[in-house]
T-cell receptor, first 109, second 114 residues
Framework: GQNIDQPTEMTATEGAIVQINCTYQTSGFNGLFWYQQHAGEAPTFLSYNVLDGLEEKGRFSSFLSRSKGYSYLLLKELQMKDSASYLCAVIDSNYQLIWGAGTKLIIKP | DTEVTQTPKHLVMGMTNKKSLKCEQHMGHRAMYWYKQKAKKPPELMFVYSYEKLSINESVPSRFSPECPNSSLLNLHLHALQPEDSALYLC?????????????FGPGTRLTVL
């Protein structure tokens, strides 16, 4: 079966760093996306990884290890506006997007 | 224009009503998607149109009927819905033509079925 695991909820402090992990077991792998979704709004694209390693985009970085079926999203210099859900999604062998349940990130002052 | 628009933003309908959700993009994308999202859950794929043809229908009940009049527009016709169909309906688009590309989401329509 297809399975993507993320923590349900995380809490971090403004200005700090937080790492959100995602592990996956899917029928094939053609890439992994991270999306941010604020409550009541649509998901917005953050990053895409298809090769092993780290992709950096400003305060956000995403890492992938295909052999371990593992990715993480790293958020630095946290701001209150980063409070949102972070969704990990994997493209399987049929090029279907399989979504994780999302991690709700709460930022405290 | 780099956005996907959806109308209406909110919709309340009875179980006997017929309504339509609309989605539009002008990014030249050739793949468009309908998702349903319940609170605190990830989006669930309903339909995929690729080059204006329905390519994926994820076993969605017939009370949901998609339509793609042209490459920029995607509709979702609703008829005889149930209260459990209340959810956020998201439209997305992607370039298409390649196997992997990011999806751009519209703001969604918040649907309540009474």
């Amino acid at each position: 079966g297809q399975n993507i695991d993320q923590p349900t909820e995380m809490t971090a402090t403004e200005g700090a760093i937080v790492q959100i992990n995602c592990t996956y077991q899917t029928s094939g792998f053609n890439g992994l996306f991270w999306y941010q979704q604020h409550a009541g709004e649509a998901p917005t694209f953050l990053s895409y990884n298809v090769l092993d390693g780290l992709e950096e985009k400003g305060r956000f970085s995403s890492f992938l290890s295909r052999s371990k079926g593992y990715s993480y999203l790293l958020l630095k210099e946290l701001q209150m506006k980063d409070s949102a859900s972070y969704l990990c999604a994997v493209i399987d062998s049929n090029y279907q997007l399989i979504w994780g349940a999302g991690t709700k990130l709460i930022i405290k002052p | 224009d780099t956005e996907v628009t959806q109308t209406p933003k909110h919709l309340v309908m009875g179980m006997t009503n017929k309504k339509s959700l609309k989605c539009e993009q002008h990014m030249g994308h050739r793949a468009m998607y309908w998702y349903k999202q319940k609170a605190k859950k990830p989006p669930e794929l309903m339909f995929v149109y690729s080059y204006e043809k329905l390519s994926i229908n994820e076993s969605v009940p017939s009370r949901f009927s998609p339509e793609c009049p042209n490459s920029s527009l995607l509709n979702l016709h609703l008829h005889a819905l149930q209260p459990e169909d209340s959810a956020l309906y998201l439209c997305a688009s992607s370039q298409g033509g390649t196997e992997v590309d990011e999806q751009f989401f519209g703001p969604g329509t918040r649907l309540t079925v009474l």
